[in-house]
């Protein structure tokens, strides 16, 4: 973790996301609380146990949020792109977070001291209904993506994963898997093994062309129907 923590909120895509009811002097007095790290490839950003004091928001990168099952496996919950909340869904609620975040590409959070967020949402109601309204939009997000994983079977599940990739994080048709085969089986509650063999299958039928950790789909059309119908 590298702490580049030169404050450039005014300028900052994110204010127009959840700060852009704020006043260009309280963006001002903002960056006195505002801190910003930078994450390689596998850097924890937290882990389930370590205590909230801060808020934080995913400027660039990708980032997992996982626990930890009873037997050591990971059970990843979502895959993060940026201005996703990637650690505020129990600020409120909880002294610890329930849940850990790493990078699995380089990455910078942006970093803002929790009292002053509460002081924040004290004293200022239009800041609060979109900070709340932005909160439950991640909360649902992460919700049905699960829903929708659960509902297909092994190939939709697979199918759904790479088209998650390529329209929702990449947009494009081709790109780099930022996961590894495992994490995608604990992305989507199946084993590493039918994942590799799903891949594989969809290589063969020409949907997929495969070149190390780069995909490229090649029949969209079909990827499509097996998620949908999966």
């Given at each position: 973790m590298i702490d580049t923590s030169k404050c450039q909120c005014s300028d900052c895509q994110f204010r127009n996301v959840t700060f852009s009811t704020l006043e260009d002097s309280e963006i001002t007095t903002l960056c006195d609380y505002h801190r910003e790290y930078s994450y390689s490839k596998?850097?924890?950003?937290?882990?389930?146990g370590d205590p909230i004091q801060e808020f934080k928001y995913l400027k660039s990168g990708l980032v997992k949020v996982y626990r930890a099952s009873n037997s050591g496996e990971e059970q990843i919950l979502a895959i993060n792109k940026p201005f996703d909340f990637v650690s505020n869904i129990s600020i409120f609620s909880e002294e610890r977070y329930k849940y850990s975040v790493s990078a699995i590409e380089e990455s910078v959070i942006c970093s803002i001291k929790l009292d002053y967020i509460r002081s924040l949402i004290l004293n200022h109601g239009n800041f609060a209904l979109e900070f709340m309204t932005r909160l439950s939009?991640?909360?649902d997000k992460i919700i049905l993506q699960t829903l929708d994983i659960r509902n297909r079977n092994l190939a939709g599940r697979v199918a759904y994963v790479l088209l998650y990739f390529a329209n929702d994080?990449?947009?494009?048709?081709?790109?780099?898997l930022p996961v590894s085969r495992k994490e995608i089986a604990d992305f989507i509650s199946m084993s590493t093994a039918n994942v590799i063999r799903t891949l594989s299958d969809f290589r063969k039928e020409e949907i997929i062309k495969l070149h190390g950790k780069t995909v490229e789909?090649?029949?969209?059309e079909k990827l499509e129907m097996i998620s949908s119908r999966g």
């Amino acid at each position: 973790m590298i702490d580049t923590s030169k404050c450039q909120c005014s300028d900052c895509q994110f204010r127009n996301v959840t700060f852009s009811t704020l006043e260009d002097s309280e963006i001002t007095t903002l960056c006195d609380y505002h801190r910003e790290y930078s994450y390689s490839k596998g850097g924890l950003i937290h882990k389930e146990g370590d205590p909230i004091q801060e808020f934080k928001y995913l400027k660039s990168g990708l980032v997992k949020v996982y626990r930890a099952s009873n037997s050591g496996e990971e059970q990843i919950l979502a895959i993060n792109k940026p201005f996703d909340f990637v650690s505020n869904i129990s600020i409120f609620s909880e002294e610890r977070y329930k849940y850990s975040v790493s990078a699995i590409e380089e990455s910078v959070i942006c970093s803002i001291k929790l009292d002053y967020i509460r002081s924040l949402i004290l004293n200022h109601g239009n800041f609060a209904l979109e900070f709340m309204t932005r909160l439950s939009q991640i909360t649902d997000k992460i919700i049905l993506q699960t829903l929708d994983i659960r509902n297909r079977n092994l190939a939709g599940r697979v199918a759904y994963v790479l088209l998650y990739f390529a329209n929702d994080i990449y947009k494009s048709m081709i790109f780099d898997l930022p996961v590894s085969r495992k994490e995608i089986a604990d992305f989507i509650s199946m084993s590493t093994a039918n994942v590799i063999r799903t891949l594989s299958d969809f290589r063969k039928e020409e949907i997929i062309k495969l070149h190390g950790k780069t995909v490229e789909i090649v029949n969209y059309e079909k990827l499509e129907m097996i998620s949908s119908r999966g």
